[in-house]
């Protein structure tokens, strides 16, 4: 199993980035999705997470309507739409994967809940 997040970048305050996590060798093919983010100093936290059918989602406050979680599974790619970014927002984000799931609880908020994780993308919101 590979998990490859990528999308990270240097951006102004308000300004926009797109992460991609892109998924190889899972087996089964199914699996929940979920963005974790580490700031410099700070434990990891949960960002957002989504379902193998994408009718499910989770969010954590801070990004809620700001950040958007999507996946196209003929891809194997599951994106992270941040918009409205803050310096707070400044961290290195992982995507992570629990195998073998259609649907998610609350509980795939916490990191324990996934199987697999990627290596990270910094993004850095900054003026």
């Known amino acids: 199993v590979q998990l490859q997040a990528s999308g990270g970048g240097l951006v102004q305050p308000g300004g926009s980035l797109r992460l991609t996590c892109a998924t190889s060798?899972?087996?089964?093919?199914?699996?929940?999705t979920g963005w974790f983010r580490q700031a410099p100093g700070k434990e990891r936290e949960f960002v957002a997470t989504?379902?193998?059918?994408?009718?499910?989602?989770y969010y954590a406050d801070s990004v809620k309507g700001r950040f958007t979680i999507s996946r196209d599974n003929a891809k194997n790619t599951v994106y992270l739409q941040m918009n409205s970014l803050k310096p707070e927002d400044t961290a290195v984000y992982f995507c992570?994967?629990?195998?073998?799931?259609?649907?998610?609880?609350?509980?795939?908020?916490?990191?324990?809940?996934?199987?697999?994780w990627g290596q990270g993308t910094l993004v850095t919101v900054s003026s």
């Open positions: 992570a994967i629990d195998v073998g799931t259609r649907s998610i609880t609350s509980s795939y908020t916490q990191e324990r809940a996934y199987d697999y």
């Open positions: 989504i379902n193998w059918s994408a009718r499910t989602t």
């Open positions: 060798g899972v087996t089964p093919d199914h699996y929940a």
